[in-house]
């Protein structure tokens, strides 16, 4: 973790800030954000949520009265290979830091229920915050609070957004690194240019070939002695089910090969 400084405002070095911060150019698709931990209890979960951050392409990580984050310890040691750049340049800076340079999104658990008290309302799951963020241009921080009491009343107040997660009224409370992956992934669209999953269109079958598909289904049916005055309603159902799935011409062909083969054995047996 970079110490803090005696220069700049609130103790954050501005050249830190200007080669690192939410100024610095990225390859991301959206707009710059970055993440604050609050007076968190355990390094491991600081180290939690570094891993997150690079799973899905942050790199800016504040911490506001952090725990000692030892490079031995259990922070270096969950944080994967964020271990090796977001944990060891991760900034410590205040609260009014987090206030005075960012656009500021809170998380939390508990939230109110109208528009009586606007200290927790309204709030914004974490799909909806996506949405909102793809058009700002403002950098942006999103603040996590404390293990067992999140944030503050007092500090949530100072925040521009409230996002929480729906999860069982009985139970709604996460662990701090389980709130931060699932609210960082939600906004991977706003982060991640590319993933490791192939960027490939469903190709549906030619309509020639999803009707050679249907004749094929009628030929299985009268293979099979199926009833005939039931066969119109067996093809009407089977044309909405392949109607519904848009199968690929690849999926086509071997299901009309399956019943092809199918209705072969059929007439091979009966004729035995």
Known sequence: MVPESDEGVDGVDPEAVSDTGPDAD???????ITVAVVDAETPG??????????????SDLLLVDPPELDP???AYGFAGQAREDILPNAREVTFDYL????????????TNEDERSHTRYPFKTPAELADGLRDVDADTCIV?????????????????EVCS???????????LGQAATI??????????????HPDTNHQRAEEHEVEGLHDQFGDFLEAIDHPEEKRPK??????RLVGRAHPTGREATTLRGIFRRAAQAVERRDEE
Do not use: C
């Open 26 to 32: 990225t390859d991301s698709p959206g707009p710059s």
């Open 45 to 58: 979960n600081v180290g939690t949520i570094a891993r997150s951050m690079k799973n899905f392409g942050l």
């Open 72 to 74: 031995e310890g259990e």
């Open 99 to 110: 206030v005075e340079n960012f656009h500021t999104v809170g998380s939390t658990a508990v």
């Open 144 to 160: 996590f609070g404390r293990e067992r009491v999140g944030l503050t009343n007092d500090e949530l107040a100072r925040l521009d």
């Open 165 to 175: 997660i729906p999860a069982a009224a009985d139970y709604p409370v996460l662990n």
């Open 183 to 196: 609210v960082l992934y939600e906004l991977r669209d706003l982060t991640v240019a590319d993933t490791q």
């Open 234 to 239: 067996a093809r009407r159902l089977w044309r």
